[in-house]
């Protein structure tokens, strides 16, 4: 029998208590902030990771903006450039540059700083709430997510051939649960269109913020959607002799959401050239409407057999 732990002995905390910390950053000056990095597994800094964090910099200096009776400011799209792979054991300094605060819309740059150099900037465009014409296209006809099976685990044989990097990514137990509608082996990655549909939302209930869950999405546009330029490859992130990287991203907030109820990714990837593919998405909520559009373009690299740089 073992000793019970003290009772001053804190409980680890959960995936998505981490998650919410890591996008809680530190304000350094009226537009300087500090965030923290998290080893999830991937060789650099996640690039959702920074995404969310240049957000919520960018969020945090829209206080007090305009008119009091329009109300608040919203982030409706960001525009994201990776410039260099980030650092997971050091910090990141966010510099926000209050670029202009109009009638009704705000702009905000953000550049992130490792080591005296940037690693990431982003454009990010605010407005406040007004009325329009809507239309939107239709959510793919896909099985509800209680239909689907979780991702399964990695069989611990087979998890354990491959590098402790690539075991921690896959073995991890991260904040959001992905349930994909036609789920690929990216171990052994068989060749198919460049589509796919993946439901997930966040692991705990979390807070109302329309910020926290914006920057929630930010973190997670980032899952997945690159990957689906590799398709029809029969290639996978997971390959040694295959090298990806994020070169940007670009995500637009259509309508309200929570990042902690189910949300469908539908990507499509419709060319990849020059060692480069390019990816968009759509996320629509479980009632059907579409909440947010995302795109992105990433370096693709395949190596001769044997040789992993």
């Given at each position: 029998m073992t000793d019970p732990a003290p009772p001053d002995a804190a409980a680890p905390a959960s995936p998505v208590s981490e998650l919410i910390e890591l996008l809680s950053l530190q304000r350094l000056e009226d537009n300087l902030f500090r965030g923290q990095s998290r080893d999830i597994g991937t060789k650099y800094v996640f690039g959702g990771q920074v995404l969310g964090q240049a957000l919520s910099a960018a969020q945090a200096t829209m206080e007090a903006v305009g008119d009091p009776a329009d109300g608040p400011r919203s982030a409706h799209s960001l525009h994201a450039y990776f410039l260099r792979a980030g650092d997971i054991a050091a910090p990141i300094v966010y510099d926000v540059d209050r670029t202009r605060d109009g009638g009704s819309f705000s702009v905000r740059r953000v550049?992130?700083?490792?080591?005296?150099?940037?690693?990431?900037?982003?454009?990010?465009?605010?407005?406040?709430?007004?009325?329009?014409?809507?239309?939107?296209?239709?959510?793919?006809?896909?099985?509800?997510?209680?239909?689907?099976a979780p991702t399964p685990q990695i069989p611990a044989e087979r998890l354990a051939k491959l590098p402790s990097k690539v075991q921690r990514w896959l073995n991890r137990m991260g904040p959001f649960e992905f349930r994909p509608v036609y789920p690929r082996d990216d171990l052994n990655p068989p060749k198919r269109p460049p589509f796919q549909q993946v439901w997930f939302r966040l692991g705990e209930r979390v807070g109302d913020a329309p910020e926290l869950h914006r920057a929630l999405l930010a973190y997670a546009s980032d899952f997945h959607l690159l990957g689906t330029t590799t398709f029809p490859h029969g290639i996978s992130y997971y390959q040694p002799n295959v090298q990806m990287a994020s070169l940007d991203h670009a995500l637009w907030f259509h309508r309200p959401f929570r990042a902690d109820e189910w949300l469908l990714y539908a990507i499509d990837s419709p060319s990849a050239q020059g060692a480069r593919g390019l990816a968009r998405g759509q996320v629509f909520d479980r009632a059907g409407r579409l909440v947010a559009s995302t795109a992105q373009e990433g370096m693709i690299r395949v190596l001769p057999e044997g040789r992993a740089d």
């Open positions: 550049t992130a700083i490792q080591h005296g150099k940037p690693i990431f900037v982003m454009a990010a465009s605010f407005q406040i709430d007004e009325p329009g014409v809507e239309h939107q296209l239709s959510k793919p006809e896909v099985p509800d997510p209680d239909d689907l």
